[in-house]
């Protein structure tokens, strides 16, 4: 392989060296097999990440950015897949110094109305505010809306078991099998995380009632024992559109929300959050 000179790649203006295969003699460049190689629009991957886990809506950041909407479907993709193995990248320095406190519980949004809710479960090292696994789940509607869902889109399966499942088997090689995991009452929680941590000690704290700042995520306590879990959640609903009370941003796929929900997490971790 030698050096064959450079090219002017307008997408970003710079300029990007090329090389010649001394053996079959094929020309090939720097981008040559990576995951940006042939994108057209290279300006907009930063500045959209920064929009997307800013609560800024998709056809708000195509009109900020001077491309289509479906340009930034594209894209919006494109980060999510590069944030989740950034993400699985900086997961790895947990297995050389396995934690020994999580705190964990689950946030409610709605997949295209709020009679078709769905369960976020996530949790977060309560010393630096780190998410350390989210997981999606369908789940039923309650209370009022109980009858009406049933009525209008039928029988919805409660996915939320398997949901807690995934998520505490992705912290098995994170957290020290006889660590302290904190959440509210809920008495769901203790079967699924004894299936993954038989030897943990889990302490339970009642749920106090929500303040109008954060969103009902904060609580109004002098001393909130989950105060990292909530602060983060709060932060989730602040900083992603889809998740805000009163939004027409409504999640209308799993996988939308999945995707969002793994470039707010990188951001979050990487930027909003100190080491």
């Keep these: 392989m030698i050096g064959y000179g450079t090219y002017y790649r307008a997408c970003d203006s710079r300029h990007v060296k090329r090389f010649k295969c001394q053996i079959c003699g094929l020309h090939f460049s720097q981008s040559t097999g990576t995951r940006r190689y042939r994108q057209k ?12 886990a800013s609560t800024v809506s998709q056809r708000r950041a195509a009109k900020l950015l001077g491309v289509d909407k479906k340009t930034v479907v594209r894209y919006f993709r494109f980060i999510a897949i ?31 109305t709020k009679l078709k809710p769905i369960s976020v479960a996530l949790a977060v ?27 209008k889109y039928g029988k919805r399966k409660d996915e939320r078991r398997s949901g807690w499942g995934r998520l505490f088997k992705s912290l098995v090689p994170l957290v020290k099998s006889d660590a302290e995991f ?40 002098s001393f909130d024992p989950l ?14 559109n889809r998740l805000l009370r009163r939004t027409w941003c409504t999640t209308k796929t799993i996988r939308g929300l999945q995707d969002h929900l793994a470039i707010y997490v990188d951001y ?4 909003l959050t100190k080491d």
């Design 125 to 151: 090292d309560p010393d630096t505010r780190k998410i350390l696994g989210i997981q999606v789940s369908r789940m039923p509607a309650r209370g009022t809306q109980a009858k009406i869902a049933l009525r």
């Design 268 to 271: 979050h971790n990487r930027i």
């Design 82 to 112: 590069e944030c989740s193995e950034r993400e699985k990248l900086r997961l790895q320095a947990y297995k050389k110094h396995p934690l020994a406190r999580v705190q964990f519980d689950d946030l409610e949004t709605s997949e295209h």
């Design 41 to 52: 629009k290279r300006r907009i991957v930063s500045p959209l990440y920064k929009m997307l």
């Design 227 to 240: 105060f990292a879990l909530n602060h983060t959640c709060a932060m989730l609903r602040a900083n992603m």
């Design 182 to 221: 904190l959440s509210d009452q809920n008495p769901h929680y203790p079967p699924a995380l004894r299936a993954y941590f038989p030897l943990a000690r889990h302490e339970t704290t009642p749920g106090g009632r929500g303040a109008i700042t954060g969103q009902g995520e904060l609580k109004k306590l």
